[in-house]
């Protein structure tokens, strides 16, 4: 019999906790339930999966809490309140994602891991963090703020101040080998939620933690690679890739071969702060020896896993 196609489908943060909703957790669970759908279709092609998903709003929501209680309870490193999103979001993808599948009769088992991902302790972000988090303050009061938390805190012009962490490369899953062993037969595992948890290798072999995020794209990347996926689907909050972008020449991308891909890349056409993140990581995955890249919309996803929208990377 012909093996089971593998895929790691990356959902985006905003896909559960849109911009301009109020982020109840009724909300974003509503919201999961209907992220699933891209999901269930590959399911219902015998797909086995993993998923992943981002937590950018609801790891600012948590440090807000950790600040909010800052006199009552003892404050929370950023990556406790990784892996604490990683969990309850997990919980919400793994529940919803149970009951889509006793509705359809589809016997599968799903399961959420909480995500080790190894990093160089010597990364050239941790001595220049440029990943924002938290909330916005002017500049007095995150001055003082910053002091309490001995944060390190840069301004965008125009919006404010905000915190920056480091955001390290993610160089593979700790727990590769279980994750594999699971969705080789068959089980539907939730992994690397917000990137996973930042650690490094320590001299003596131990492993460590530290106050930094991952970007959850170029985990997804590493964890596909790690499981030996074929394919990668990166859900976000357009529904295909552009070159110029908002500009009168701005041309989408239908279909486009790796190589051409990273020259597009190295000419700058991918901001950082934007596209760039999810154009690395699908030029990582297919130079690792990926076959199918596709980048689109949550709510076009359906329809770009038949090559019908989207912006899909092929080697």
């Given at each position: ?269 991918f901001p950082a702060g934007s596209m760039g993140p999810k154009i690395r990581a699908a030029i990582n995955f297919i130079e690792s020896g990926g076959q199918i890249v596709v980048i689109t919309s949550v709510e076009s996803a359906v329809i770009s896993l038949h090559g019908e929208s989207g912006t899909t990377i092929v080697?």
């Amino acid at each position: 019999m012909p093996k089971n196609k593998t895929a790691v489908v990356a959902l985006g943060g905003n896909a559960i906790s849109p911009k301009g909703q109020i982020d109840t957790i009724a909300n974003q669970f509503k919201n999961t339930r209907a992220s699933l759908k891209s999901v269930m279709n590959l399911l219902q092609q015998d797909y086995h999966l993993a998923i992943t998903h981002g937590n950018g709003p609801q790891v600012g929501n948590a440090l807000l809490r950790v600040e909010l209680a800052t006199e009552k309870t003892p404050t929370l490193p950023l990556g406790i309140c990784v892996a604490d999103t990683e969990g309850g979001m997990g919980y919400m993808i793994e529940q919803s994602l149970q009951n889509a599948l006793i509705a359809k009769e589809i016997p599968r088992d799903v399961v959420s891991i909480v995500t080790q991902v190894i990093v160089d302790e010597h990364d050239p972000s941790i001595n220049n963090p440029t990943k924002y988090i938290g909330s916005w303050y002017g500049e007095l009061e995150i001055r003082e703020i910053a002091r309490l938390h001995n944060w390190q805190v840069k301004e965008v012009p125009g919006k404010g101040w905000r915190r920056v962490v480091p955001s390290p490369e993610p160089i593979r899953i700790i727990n590769r080998k279980a994750i594999k062993s699971l969705v080789d037969i068959g089980t539907i595992v939730i992994a690397a939620g917000g990137g996973g948890i930042p650690v490094y290798i320590m001299k003596n072999g131990f492993y460590e933690g530290f106050d930094a995020v991952i970007d959850k794209d170029l985990a997804s990347a590493v964890l596909a690679r790690d499981i030996e996926a074929s394919e990668l689907y990166i859900l976000t909050d357009v529904d295909v890739v552009s070159i110029n972008f908002g500009k009168p020449n701005e041309e989408k991308i239908d279909k486009i071969r790796v190589c051409d891909l990273k020259k597009l890349y190295e000419e700058g056409q991918f901001p950082a702060g934007s596209m760039g993140p999810k154009i690395r990581a699908a030029i990582n995955f297919i130079e690792s020896g990926g076959q199918i890249v596709v980048i689109t919309s949550v709510e076009s996803a359906v329809i770009s896993l038949h090559g019908e929208s989207g912006t899909t990377i092929v080697p």
